[in-house]
């Protein structure tokens, strides 16, 4: 019999804010254990840094340039591409979703026909603030989420632990039954707002907390793409050093909360005799720029923004084991068809993806390239990435390419695009990407499309109208 394959999943968790990647400040216990018992990917990537793209990406395996989900406000409705929930439950596997989707509603036939304290874009319809590009007003309650740290419960706070709650319950119910089932576990947190219990922020004193690398002015990356989300996100005038340093003990009481709800149902799954026949995959949607440069949340091709922890257990997975290929969200469709046993169909065939389970197990692939591309708030040209072993292609429609090797360079302190000697990795990375995509092309036809769907709500005045959010609200009742 197959084994079953719990999926657990958090919002904007950036690696570098989990032990088990190497961080002395994260305190993640669970996490690390979970990566001790299994597989590590050194090198994993969201599709797109932000959560309506991303989480539309993972659950059809397909880009975003493919599927339409391009920004917050195009949820996945179900239609554009089928979901592996849609795959799992059309062979009679029991599938529950409890907590985050981010789709546009429970009525959809998204595939996941068992929603469990779902959380979805706000009103069915999203942001379309995210839509307007140049034409959008910074977005100064970006700034306020920041400097807004509160000691006490959020309703995300509230949220997580009710989903974490939910799948204990879920785990006992499922433990008197037959296998296989998939399952996924969805947490809000680390994402703000800013909200922490006192018990995590206790573990991170502020004296002991260090100052994100490049936070200063002078050290800023003033790359125009790079300006133009600093500024979209009120973040052009700097912080003070105590709000900088308040904002990143907030974050990373958050992780540790987060973490404290993984080992909840980590724990029920060992409880319930699970833990043995099940396959866990943890992932996050996107990273958090968390200060690097003066800029946070995501939506950006640095590190932080499109970076994501990324580790597997289970039967079948090598233990204690850290995997250098290159991976990336739409890698999880083929993990749950390859996890379950589930035949292929046709229709995988131009699937981009390749099983995690496969991976782990093969020689690392020192040229494997996985892709990212933004075309969301704050911005005002479309961005696009590819990772292709060491190296890192960063190339924005209308403004200056980039290029990192991340081996020699791991916090892209030095980009090389303009150094003749690295004129021929240039041009390979180029054309590596050019095999995914034709960047000026999505560009144009994705900004056409949000421009209709503005014109189509009333204009940009209409858009603005409409109360801004930093965030979606949640419900935990």
């Not at 799948?167 to 707002?193: I, N």
């Not at 900088?244 to 540790?256: C, D, M």
């Not at 090598?318 to 996890?339: E, K, Y």
């Not at 980039?402 to 240039?426: C, F, G, Q, V």
Request: some cysteine; charged content about 25%; aromatic content about 8%.
């Amino acid at each position: 019999m197959s084994p079953n394959l719990l999926i657990l999943m958090s919002d904007q968790h950036v690696p570098y804010a989990c032990g088990a990647y190497g961080s002395d400040i994260a305190r993640t216990p669970n996490l690390d254990a979970l990566a001790t018992r299994g597989t590590v990917f050194d090198g994993a990537y969201c599709n797109s840094p932000i959560c309506v793209p991303s989480r539309a990406s993972m659950a059809t395996g397909r880009f975003v340039h493919r599927t339409g989900n391009a920004d917050n406000a195009s949820p996945y409705l179900g239609s554009e591409a089928p979901s592996w929930g849609h795959r799992a439950a059309s062979a009679g596997i029991p599938t529950t979703t409890i907590g985050k989707l981010h789709y546009r509603s429970a009525q959809d036939d998204t595939g996941f026909p068992d929603q469990r304290r779902p959380l979805h874009v706000r009103d069915g319809k999203g942001d379309l603030f995210h839509a307007l590009r140049e034409a959008q007003p910074p977005a100064v309650q970006l700034r306020g989420a920041l400097v807004d740290t509160v000691v006490g419960d959020s309703d995300y706070i509230r949220f997580d632990r009710a989903v974490a709650a939910e799948a204990v319950e879920w785990l006992e119910e499922k433990a008197s039954g037959e296998g296989p089932w998939l399952g996924k576990v969805s947490f809000v947190t680390p994402h703000y707002p800013f909200t922490v219990p006192q018990e995590f922020l206790d573990l991170y004193p502020l004296e002991l907390l260090p100052m994100p690398r490049r936070n200063d002015p002078l050290e800023w990356d003033n790359h125009p793409a790079v300006e133009i989300y600093r500024r979209g996100c009120g973040l052009n005038e700097p912080l003070s050093r105590k709000e900088t340093l308040r904002a990143v003990q907030s974050y990373y009481g958050l992780v540790s909360f987060m973490d404290a709800q993984v080992g909840l149902v980590l724990d029920a799954l060992e409880a319930t005799g699970q833990a043995e026949n099940t396959i866990v995959l943890y992932v996050s949607d996107h990273g958090e720029l968390l200060g690097t440069n003066g800029l946070w949340f995501k939506g950006t091709m640095g590190e932080g923004s499109v970076r994501i922890p990324a580790m597997l257990a289970g039967p079948g997975v090598p233990a204690g084991q850290r995997c250098a290929t290159n991976v990336s969200l739409v890698d999880v469709f083929p993990t749950v068809i390859d996890a379950l046993n589930l035949d292929p169909r046709p229709e995988d065939e131009d699937l981009p993806g390749r099983s995690l389970l496969t991976i782990a197990n093969e020689p690392s692939d020192s040229e494997r390239t996985v892709f990212s591309e933004y075309h969301s708030a704050n911005s005002h040209t479309g961005s696009f990435m590819i990772r292709r072993g060491p190296w890192k292609y960063v190339r924005y429609t209308g403004f200056e390419e980039r290029l990192y090797n991340l081996e020699t360079d791991p916090w892209e302190d030095n980009d090389l695009a303009e150094d003749p000697a690295y004129a021929s990795k240039l041009e390979e990375c180029r054309n590596a990407m050019l095999e995914i995509c034709d960047p000026d092309l999505v560009d144009e036809r994705i900004r056409a499309e949000q421009r209709r769907r503005v014109e189509a709500y009333g204009g940009v005045d209409a858009v603005l109208k409409r109360p801004l959010m930093a965030y979606s609200p949640a419900n935990s009742s």
